[in-house]
């Protein structure tokens, strides 16, 4: 087996990490104090676990055989159901956008009005000829045989010359081509791939049916390519599920509604702030404005890069000023203070002439700060993944054989360590668009934001603990002269990290896509609680009142 689909086999489970269908082992402690990691023996058949994990998901991917069988049974099942040629079955469907229903709902509800906007014509509009007399070919006006005379449902002659001229020049001006109507400009009959079987060249044939065979994956509401660069699958994707991500055979996971890398749990809309943010010049901008001041003559910005105050702009402007109070360097001295502390500026920053520059400047530099903050960690985890992924791959061709040897052990008994490279994939990736979602997350809901906290710190922390243990602690083995006692906790102590690693991601995944409510409710149920003992310590408070009121 190939070792990066072996590997995606695995991997093409990720959107099952974080179901609510999936069952977790009970992690109650051993009987002799040490801690249970919830390891659970394997199954001797994981293929039907992977089996029924892949049941769960809401698309397929499709390679080119698959494609071209959904696109030739399409033809065939409206071709037979209207009771017309599959060429005109074809036409029909592209205008459609390869809808079956659709085609069969316009179909029904009016024919004619359907065959006169598609160009399937019942009836041709010049008649054909009775005898064997030479027609005149509608291009180059020449005379020609009947057998030298194509024409299409609506009879206007052509010589197959003009024809495959015609032909060539509209495939090569791309996927226009699959729309071809008739040469004659006052005509809208549709031209069919018949025409194009029977008179273009190999080569445009070849154009014609990738075209064709594209149009049923990008005209199709239900259907995508995979964005990968290269790849060549499509996924047909079944909405209702609320989730998007789907992962592709050529390993590559990206979200079905907006075409971008997967991003669960974050939605599409912060994942196109944060992309682009990341591609912007406002960044750049910020970066200047934080770290640069104006020549005060020809303002052009700054950067001071040594102790000095004393600035010289580049040619041709070449002036010199001072870096703190942007005045002539020729004006500064002792009387200023000297050339490393300019009393101008500080004067001048008392009577508040530079309180709106300095104020512009100083935010964004934490504005700075604030985005280096998170796209540091997003960029971080993303490299760790890939590394991670590079690491399964390297396992999976070379170092399970090798472990398998050293350690006497079947590699149907060493999943548990694939398995952990997976989760370790899966928890990069989530973990990777949590900071996008942190920097996005409204400063004003400080509630929200400890609580989310919280939780990323707490699934970063058991990332790192199983990342650790599966990284370094695997070598020691891999590097063994034999058979190792400490293997089998090793397996239980690393499969019970990638449980509990999961348990902490799944409550991360939960709480974001439930837009962290739970600190909502938890603040409304406080709220509720505190008005009800003040409500109480109040009835208490006049009980008391009248009682003595009454004693006395």
Not at 51 to 67: G, P, T
Not at 92 to 105: A, E, P, T
Not at 259 to 279: F, M, Q, Y
Request: proline content about 4%; some cysteine; charged content about 30%.
């Amino acid at each position: 087996m190939d070792s990066e689909e072996d590997m995606l086999d695995m991997y093409s489970g990720e959107d099952d990490f974080y179901s609510d269908d999936y069952k977790d082992s009970d992690n109650d402690d051993d009987d002799d104090g040490e801690p249970d990691y919830g390891f659970v023996e394997e199954d001797a058949d994981d293929s039907a676990m992977i089996a029924s994990h892949r049941s769960q998901k809401n698309y397929c991917v499709l390679k080119e055989e698959d494609i071209i069988r959904h696109q030739v049974e399409d033809i065939e099942r409206v071709s037979v159901v209207l009771s017309i040629t599959e060429v005109e079955a074809s036409i029909l469907l592209r205008h459609y956008h390869w809808s079956v229903g659709k085609v069969h709902d316009e179909w029904f509800a009016d024919e004619e009005r359907v065959r006169n906007a598609v160009g399937i014509l019942e009836c041709p509009v010049v008649p054909p000829s009775d005898d064997d007399t030479e027609l005149t070919c509608g291009i180059c006006f020449d005379s020609y045989p009947p057998e030298n005379i194509v024409s299409v449902s609506c009879g206007h002659p052509f010589c197959t010359t003009c024809w495959t001229g015609y032909i060539t020049t509209t495939i090569n001006d791309g996927p226009g081509c699959l729309m071809l109507r008739c040469p004659d400009p006052s005509c809208l009959a549709a031209v069919g791939h018949d025409m194009v079987d029977k008179l273009a060249s190999d080569e445009d044939k070849e154009k014609y049916n990738r075209y064709f065979l594209r149009s049923y994956i990008e005209d199709n509401r239900k259907m995508k390519w995979c964005p990968a660069p290269g790849c060549d699958y499509a996924i047909d994707f079944v909405a209702g599920s609320g989730n998007y991500d789907v992962s592709c055979l050529c390993s590559f996971g990206f979200c079905w509604n907006c075409t971008e890398e997967a991003h669960r749990p974050v939605d599409c809309s912060t994942v196109s702030k944060w992309i682009l943010k990341n591609s912007a010049e406002s960044e750049n901008m910020n970066w200047i404005l934080a770290n640069s001041k104006p020549c005060p003559r020809c303002k052009r910005p700054i950067e001071k890069n040594q102790g000095c105050m004393h600035m010289t702009c580049t040619p041709p402007c070449k002036y010199e000023f001072c870096w703190l109070c942007l005045g002539a360097w020729m004006d500064h001295g002792e009387r200023t203070g000297g050339f490393y502390a300019c009393n101008r500026y500080e004067v001048a920053k008392q009577e508040g002439q530079y309180d709106e520059t300095e104020r512009r400047r100083e935010m964004a530099k934490n504005s700075l700060e604030r985005y280096t903050h998170y796209y540091e960690r997003w960029a971080s985890n993303q490299t760790s993944r890939q590394k991670a992924m590079t690491d399964l791959q390297q396992l999976q061709t070379h170092n399970l054989e090798k472990l398998s040897d050293k350690q006497c052990t079947p590699e149907s008994q060493l999943k548990f360590i694939l398995e952990a490279w997976l989760q370790i994939i899966e928890c990069r990736r989530v973990l990777k668009w949590t900071y996008a979602y942190g920097y996005y997350l409204p400063d004003h809901e400080h509630a929200k934001r400890v609580f989310f906290e919280y939780l990323q710190g707490e699934a970063e922390s058991g990332l790192e603990r199983l990342h650790q243990c599966v990284e370094k602690d695997l070598l020691q083995f891999l590097n063994a002269e034999g058979p190792s006692k400490d293997f089998n906790d090793f397996r239980t102590k690393l499969a019970g990290l990638t449980s509990v690693t999961k348990n902490y991601f799944e409550n991360l995944v939960k709480a974001l896509e439930n837009g962290l409510a739970d600190v909502d409710s938890h603040a409304a149920c406080s709220s509720k609680s505190t008005s009800s003992k003040s409500t109480g310590c109040s009835s208490k408070t006049r009980g008391k009142g009248k009682g003595s009121s009454r004693t006395g």
